[in-house]
């Protein structure tokens, strides 16, 4: 059980490390964030701090604004 715990919070860990996009497009879009529709929530880094804002429609396609 202490194994399947262990395993289980790597996880959880390393999906969360890859949450964050290189910029707002990346956020909102494929190859990594496909799944993401109009209205979800995204995050991407700008000048080293992490934005949190919406997949909107915009610049030839979703992106995430705040």
Do not use: E, W
Request: with cysteine; proline share 5%.
């Amino acid at each position: 059980m202490r194994f399947f715990a262990f395993v289980s919070a790597i996880l959880i860990a390393a999906i969360g490390v890859g949450a964050i996009a290189p910029d707002p497009d990346s956020a909102c879009r494929c190859p990594n964030n496909c799944q993401h529709k109009l209205g979800d929530s995204c995050a991407f880094y700008q000048d080293g701090n992490v934005i949190n804002g919406a997949c909107v429609n915009g610049n030839g396609g979703l992106t995430c604004a705040t």
